[in-house]
């Protein structure tokens, strides 16, 4: 019994023992002399679930982030808590009575048009007094089944009604694609044509060309960019006015130092951790080892440089060891930690949430802002004091601080699609800078928000032409257009919905 007792001792601790380790390898000691690519470029539309923290593929079609082949341990975890975000605020709507509200950021386009929308129009026109959600079922990886308990406006407490609802997988959102009252089915369920992988975009924008920019390149003369193709794929740095466009490395999350003489970066494939190289491409070193890190932020004055980990399971796992076996609680862990490159010490910031993501330094760096569980939260570095912006929506993410620190862009949900936002550093001020709704075909998406070094001007992602392109607007949200044009399309960007940095700018 002590023997056993000790094992589970171990086991509870074990979500608490991913530290990384300091290293300042050269990458010519610890890998191959020509790096492998670990993603093929794709023009689709990604139909995947958003993973936090997403596993590269190699073009050998094994996930690198884990030598067994099997996704990383919080695919499941990340997606479920996303989804019981949807089937709340949709309950909660039908409890409200908001039937525009209710099926206009909750419904398919096709269940808004069919009988979800005919029967969710019938239960609020009747009224819904009361409204639980009983259990969320993951059905497939782009799907789960709601099961919840309705009570109508006249009936009393007891006879409440059996819902279930069918969530998907559309564009970095879980949305409720059919509802139906009665039992439950606890069969297989059929995917969705709204899950199906989507062919590559026709080349016709979604816009006409004078609203988007699209074919008259906007150039800007101050400065370089550093991009990432997808998340693990190739790293290309190009200047500003649409020259110079040179192949790095592959990676995630690139960022550039303050001075612009580097750029940090993380790896999934071995040998895995946070890496720095030159902007020429050339003393490329591992600098942190350890696994599944995302999402590098350096800090004003460059000797630190902050980074996500993410671990979880939303399952119980048992483990069984020399005929013992026990059962591990389903579990969550998200840290930022920091790594100081001078000294080599590690600090793992003492947070509240379980799953952290996209930390960025005030330009003072006092501060750091971050997505946590309910939305963007901050904590001060001196006093580990914590706190959320009260304007912030759960579904915000990918802050970035304004160079003058006044401001804070970020992306965040807009009905049925994803927009730029910004706010002033207090969290006050909340206004949306992009429309990716024009009333003409199917909404664009605008994500990962990244300021020009004098702050007079933001860069983002947008699938807005077809596929995605680099733009560029004022602080303000105007005059956006297309930076690079077309001249990008070949390499295949993409967007993952795993609060990626797609892109950097430095002078």
Known sequence: MLFLGLLLALAACGPQQFAPTPTAIPLEITATTAPLPTREPSAAVPTSPPDA????????????GDATGSPPPNRLQVSDMLAERTARGFLDRLVAGDLEAASRLYLTAAAREGEAGQLLAELLGAGVVDARLLELRRK???????HASLLRQGEETGNSEPLTALLVYDRGLWLVDRVSLGERDDGPVEEPASTAPAAAPAAAPRQPASQSGAG?????????????????GDIYTINADGSGLQRLTDGLDPAWSPDGRQIAFTRWRVPRGVYTI?????????????????????????????????????????ICFFGFC???????VGNIWLANLETGDFLNLPLDDRAVHAPTWSPDGQRIVYAGDSGLAWIDLDGMQKGRFESSSAWDNSPAFSPDGR???FMGRAHDRWEVFVMNADGSGRRQLTQGDTGEGQPSNSVAPAWSPDGSQIAFLTDRDGPWRIYVMGQDGSHPASMFGDELDGLGLTYEWASERVVSWSR
């Open 53 to 64: 923290t997403p596993a590269p593929v190699p073009a050998n079609g094994q996930p690198s």
């Open 140 to 146: 497939s990886p782009t799907s789960y089944e709601i």
């Open 216 to 232: 008259q390149p906007a150039r800007r003369d101050d400065g370089r960019l550093v991009f990432q193709v997808s998340s693990g």
């Open 278 to 318: 030159s902007p020429d491409g050339s003393r490329e070193e591992r600098v942190v080892d350890g696994n599944q890190f995302k999402e590098v932020a350096w800090s004003p004055e460059g000797d630190r440089i902050a980074f996500t980990i993410n671990y979880g399971s939303s399952q119980p796992e048992e």
């Open 326 to 332: 026990f059962t591990i609680p389903p579990f969550s």
């Open 407 to 409: 401001q804070i862009a």
